[in-house]
T-cell receptor, first 113, second 111 residues
Framework: QKEVEQDPGPLSVPEGAIVSLNCTYS??????FMWYRQYSRKGPELLMY????GNKEDGRFTAQVDKSSKYISLFIRDSQPSDSATYLC?????????????FGQGTILTVHP | SQTIHQWPATLVQPVGSPLSLECTVE??????LYWYRQAAGRGLQLLFY??????ISSEVPQNLSASRPQDRQFILSSKKLLLSDSGFYLC??????????FGPGTRLTVT
């Protein structure tokens, strides 16, 4: 079993839709949870970063972490064609992990005008 | 502001040839540096990380090596490339340890 599981999609939605992206994980030591956006043939871009359980909002993006269920989500409101990309979840334990991230395989999202 | 550079952007190399990929960071001091590889349609796999000059930790036994000759320079090398070394190689840096910022990547094809 992979440490981090992410549905690869692809996911196709109309412009303006609410998008839900999800990851599950098995390592209870993970404490830091990140979402990256990666456009085709580019490096990933850090979108949001959450510590432990709870919600965090940044504009149209909301990240949720449920450590009891080992489940994290990213919601995109009022989705735009420019949101079309691959979304990667990433996780890290604290302590001496030196920020080593474990990534999901990414979900491909397409937002149609 | 901080900037990360990687070169070359694209590389095609024959099996058995050597490899050297370079990454440099500007606008910060003593960053943690990372090398990742991304195979087609897959997530990122951490290959090496470094918390300081000359300090390299390897995550995956393989045909590759890394070096950090200067504070903001990270080099990925191989003496003899394998077909399985093909992929998208990404360098990243962090100061706030869980916020990693990635470079533009090098797309390597081994033929």
């Amino acid at each position: 079993q992979k440490e981090v599981e992410q549905d690869p999609g692809p996911l196709s939605v109309p412009e303006g839709a609410i998008v839900s992206l999800n990851c599950t994980y098995s390592n209870s030591a993970f404490q830091y949870f990140m979402w990256y956006r990666q456009y085709s043939r580019k490096g990933p871009e850090l979108l949001m970063y959450t510590y432990s359980s709870g919600n965090k909002e940044d504009g149209r993006f909301t990240a949720q972490v449920d450590k009891s269920s080992k489940y994290i989500s990213l919601f995109i409101r009022d989705s735009q064609p420019s949101d079309s990309a691959t979304y990667l979840c990433a996780m890290s334990a604290g302590g001496t992990s030196y920020g080593k991230l474990t990534f999901g395989q990414g979900t491909i999202l397409t937002v149609h005008p | 502001s901080q900037t990360i550079h990687q070169w070359p952007a694209t590389l095609v190399q024959p099996v058995g040839s050597p490899l050297s990929l370079e990454c440099t960071v500007e606008g910060t001091s003593n960053p943690n540096l990372y090398w990742y590889r991304q195979a087609a349609g897959r997530g990122l796999q951490l290959l090496f990380y470094s918390v300081g000059i000359g300090q390299i930790s390897s995550e995956v036994p393989q045909n590759l090596s890394a070096s950090r000759p200067q504070d903001r320079q990270f080099i990925l090398s191989s003496k003899k490339l394998l077909l399985s070394d093909s992929g998208f190689y990404l360098c990243a840096w962090s100061v706030i340890i869980h916020e990693q910022y990635f470079g533009p990547g090098t797309r390597l094809t081994v033929t």
